[in-house]
Structure formats: C-alpha cells, structure tokens
C-alpha cells in the first residue's frame, strides 16, 4: 500500500512563495507518473503540474507556467511544487497523487493513489 504525505502549506501574502513536498511510502516509482492538484471550495479537483518520478515529462497548467516549479529527490522518496508569485486564486487544498496511467495524466481520476492534501492560503 502506498502512501503519500504531503506538506508545507500555510498562510502566505500575494506575491510570496511556499515549497509544499511530498513524501511517499515507497520507494521507486521511476515507471509512474505523479502529479500535483488543487481544489477551491466548490471547485473540482484541478491539475497543477505534472512529472515522471524519473523526473522526464514534466508539463505545467496554464495557469501556474512560470511560476511553478515540480521536482524530485529520488533518494528521499519526496516530490516537491515551488509557488513563487503566489495570487489570490491560488487558493485551494493541494494534492499529490500518483499514477499508472501513460495518458490524460491532467484527469484526476487517472490516479491510483492521493495524499490528503495541505491547505494553501494566499491573502490579497
């Protein structure tokens, strides 16, 4: 069973940074896909940023290219998303998941496994 734990979330003004990690259970997952996520109240889960643990194919929403950045430390097990020039609409609960799929990997319910999410909140 494979669990994931994520981290670092908080309270930060518009135009600040956050570094939210992600900690997996187990080790080796170079053949799958991990994703972050967020979700807004009233809002569906929504793609943030994507990679193979390997650290290849990495793709940004729209949204948050240029401002994002999505790593990896292999010998931690630990994924990470750096938020620099946060907004306002960068409010959510944010996820990482992770997947066997090798397409739609912006489609949420491609993934077999989520943490329970870290709260980030972003004043105006």
């Known amino acids: 069973q494979v669990q994931l734990v994520e981290s670092g979330g908080g309270l930060v003004q518009a135009g600040g940074s956050l570094l939210l990690s992600c900690a997996a259970s187990a080790r080796t997952f170079s053949n799958r896909r991990m994703a972050w996520f967020r979700q807004a109240p009233g809002k569906e889960r929504e793609f943030v940023a994507t990679m193979f643990w390997s650290g290849e194919s990495t793709y940004y929403a729209d949204s948050v290219k240029g401002r994002f950045t999505i790593s990896r430390d292999n010998a931690k097990n630990t994924a990470y998303l750096q938020m620099n020039s946060l907004r306002p609409e960068d409010t959510a609960v944010y996820y990482c998941?992770?997947?066997?799929?090798?397409?739609?990997?912006?489609?949420?319910?491609?993934?077999?496994?989520w943490g329970q999410g870290t709260q980030v909140t972003v004043s105006s």
């Open positions: 998941g992770i997947t066997s799929s090798g397409t739609n990997y912006f489609r949420a319910d491609k993934y077999d496994y």
